[in-house]
């Protein structure tokens, strides 16, 4: 979700917006900290916090806060999930409730314009009026909220999608498309056949609708992520040698059944393509619980394997730049 970008829409809109962050969580609850919510004065939102009492209650908070003007411009609200909302999650959230209005235009449009160009991160200090003076930092890997031992407090805004390039538009290429669309994912969808790919597809995905799969490809950044399923099985073998030779992509996936893997295996042997790169090769994709074969059900398998994937690279990035100090954000 864009944080910045709503906020702007939303003054435009509506003459105001509010700011639910989840700025502290002890025990379990039901979103990381670093969630956000923005409010609209008659209730219109988007984002969420985690649902429930917990969630209901900061927006009516949210719009309390919208419909004062004077006093302070933030509240905080300090909830023990189980007595205070009765719910099971156990633990305790603090959150914090920023109002913006029409005289705060110049202040939200460069954070607006920063978050529309990439991942967008801030400091920020206490202000007169209890909210945070952002100012625009460098990148922070760290949680999405982290308050620092001065009091400052470092916000990342916005995330970067994994790209994902997609080879073939049959039903289950453009089932696939339409799981990924809400998905941190930025897509790559190739399909040279005329007509393959509809005119319409969502805004998470740029069509490439001629031109070598091979060659677009090999221009694919290190660390994307690949799925293989064209209307021919030559060219889905040249893909899949070509992405795992190439030995930068943490997940190459192939549609098929598992006879289509042991013989896509044994040609890639014999064209001496090692058995180690050979074995990375995920055919057949998705989570093999999953039994359905309908598309919309196979792209949903598949959409939950890439996120665990995609989390357990993430993981591994964190671990590695951080030793000994795993934070997730």
């Known amino acids: 979700m864009s944080v910045w970008p709503t906020i702007e829409r939303f003054i435009a809109e509506h003459g105001a917006a509010a700011l639910v962050t989840l700025a502290q969580a002890q025990g379990s609850s039901p979103r990381e900290v ?26 009516a908070e949210a719009q309390a806060l919208l419909a004062r003007r004077d006093g302070p411009a933030i509240t905080r609200l300090d909830r023990a999930l189980g007595p205070d909302l009765g719910q099971c999650c156990g633990g305790r959230v603090l959150l ?4 913006f209005g029409a005289e705060d235009r110049q202040v939200v449009a460069p954070l607006a314009n920063a978050e529309r160009s990439s991942v967008l991160t801030t400091i920020g200090t206490v ?3 209890g909210r945070l003076v952002r100012r625009i930092a460098e990148a922070h890997s760290g949680p999405a909220y982290d308050v620092q031992a001065d009091g400052c407090v470092i916000e990342r805004f916005g995330e970067e999608p ?6 073939g538009a049959g039903h289950v290429g453009r089932a696939l ?35 070598d799969p091979i060659a677009l490809l090999a221009r694919a950044p290190d660390g994307a992520f690949v799925a293989v399923m064209t209307h021919s099985h030559a060219l889905d073998l040249d893909l899949v040698i070509a992405a795992l030779q190439a030995n930068r992509f943490p997940y190459v996936g192939l549609i098929g059944s598992a006879t289509k893997r042991a013989r896509f295996a044994s040609a890639m042997q014999k ?15 998705g989570l093999t619980e999953i039994k359905d074969k309908a598309p919309a059900a196979i792209a949903a398998s598949v ?18 730049t951080k030793p000994g100090r795993v934070r997730h954000g």
Do not use: H
């Open 303 to 320: 959409a939950a394997q890439v996120l665990m994937v995609r989390e357990a690279v993430l993981g591994a990035t964190k671990i590695e």
């Open 271 to 285: 064209m001496g393509v090692a058995a180690d790169k050979v074995g990375k090769l995920v055919c057949p994709i």
């Open 127 to 129: 202000g007169s009026d």
């Open 162 to 167: 994994t790209a994902f390039y997609l080879f």
């Open 96 to 99: 914090t409730i920023e109002r």
């Open 34 to 59: 670093g969630a956000r919510m923005i409010v609209a004065p008659g209730g219109a939102f988007t984002g969420t916090i985690g649902g429930g009492a917990l969630e209901w209650g900061a927006l």
């Open 177 to 211: 498309v339409t799981a990924l669309a809400p998905l941190p994912f930025a897509v790559t969808w190739m399909d040279a056949r005329p007509g393959a790919i509809p005119a319409v597809f969502p805004p998470n995905s740029t069509a490439i609708r001629d031109g």
